[in-house]
């Protein structure tokens, strides 16, 4: 009996043994089986810069196994389409919804100003404008021709005004910003896609500046002439001088012919008299 009773329990627990490796291979078998199955994965096929709105040539879908994929990664290309890419993503790169935006009020102007700061808009051409080689992220400084005094006595002096300014924006163009505007094309009223980081006929120049700055620029920009000048800066120079201003008599310098009678006037003084003819007048 005592052994009958422990042939049964010895088959038993050979039996159980056995339904647990098969219910372990089973599984593994399940589950190589699952990563070994592809699904589809959306990639760039190209490299995407920041901020650029994502269009259907720049993607494509392929078919990964499950085991190579990245977190969050996007599946269909209708949602992707039309996104923004919040970071630069390289071509061949799986398109994870993390890199990606909704166009928006966070893709404007006003979420690029830094708090306690304002924007202000610079007229600018060609020569005031280098030329209209700045570009949105640029570091500017403003100079400003200034007259005053009037009639006979009126002088002018040049004033470097503002150092190290952000550039916003460039005419459209927004720093961090979709580089995209749809046009519609005056004769055949199609719509097409103009990329606004080419654009070099822009008009005006968008710069950060506290609001006392504004003050000073709006003051300028409506007062005379109301024109100013940018000077481009190194991205990497962030120094700051304690200009001078420059008027007539420094630009001459003191080698000039106006800078030499200065100089004989300062050496001989005054002249309380001269004679002229026979007659004695008062002179200087």
């Known amino acids: 009996m005592t052994n009958s009773r422990a042939i049964i329990i010895s088959f038993a627990m050979a039996a159980l043994a056995i339904a647990l490796v098969y219910f372990y291979i089973d599984q593994r078998e399940k589950t190589l089986l699952d990563l070994a199955g592809v699904v589809p994965v959306v990639v760039a096929t190209q490299n995407i810069e920041e901020m650029t709105m994502v269009d259907k040539i720049m993607v494509r879908i392929d078919h990964l196994p499950k085991k190579y994929l990245q977190p969050g990664v996007m599946q269909e290309l209708d949602l992707v389409v039309g996104k923004i890419a919040s970071v630069p993503v390289k071509a061949g790169e799986q398109v994870l919804d993390t890199k990606l935006l909704d166009p928006g009020s966070k893709t404007g102007l006003a979420y690029k100003i830094t708090p306690g700061m304002r924007a202000m808009t610079i007229p600018v051409s060609d020569v005031h404008g280098v030329a209209r080689l700045i570009q949105p992220g640029n570091r500017v400084d403003i100079l400003s021709s200034v007259d005053y005094g009037t009639g006979?006595?009126?002088?002018?002096?040049?004033?470097?005004?503002?150092?190290?300014?952000?550039?916003?924006?460039?005419?459209?163009?927004?720093?961090?910003?979709?580089?995209?505007?749809?046009?519609?094309?005056?004769?055949?009223?199609e719509v097409r896609k103009v990329n606004l980081s080419k654009d070099t006929n822009f008009a005006t120049v968008t710069v950060e500046v506290d609001p006392i700055q504004g003050q000073t620029l709006t003051y300028?920009?409506?007062?005379?002439?109301?024109?100013?000048?940018?000077?481009?800066?190194?991205?990497?120079?962030?120094?700051r001088y304690n200009l001078f201003t420059t008027d007539l008599d420094r630009?001459?310098?003191?080698?000039?012919?106006?800078?030499?009678?200065?100089?004989?006037?300062?050496?001989?003084?005054?002249?309380?008299l001269e004679i002229r003819s026979s007659t004695i007048s008062p002179g200087f």
Do not use: Y
């Open 152 to 189: 006979d006595r009126e002088e002018r002096e040049v004033k470097t005004v503002l150092q190290d300014v952000l550039v916003l924006a460039t005419g459209k163009n927004i720093t961090n910003d979709v580089p995209m505007e749809m046009v519609k094309d005056p004769v055949t009223g």
């Open 251 to 272: 630009v001459l310098g003191s080698r000039s012919v106006k800078g030499r009678r200065e100089q004989v006037r300062a050496q001989n003084g005054p002249r309380w």
């Open 220 to 239: 300028l920009m409506t007062a005379g002439e109301g024109i100013l000048f940018l000077s481009l800066r190194n991205p990497d120079d962030r120094s």
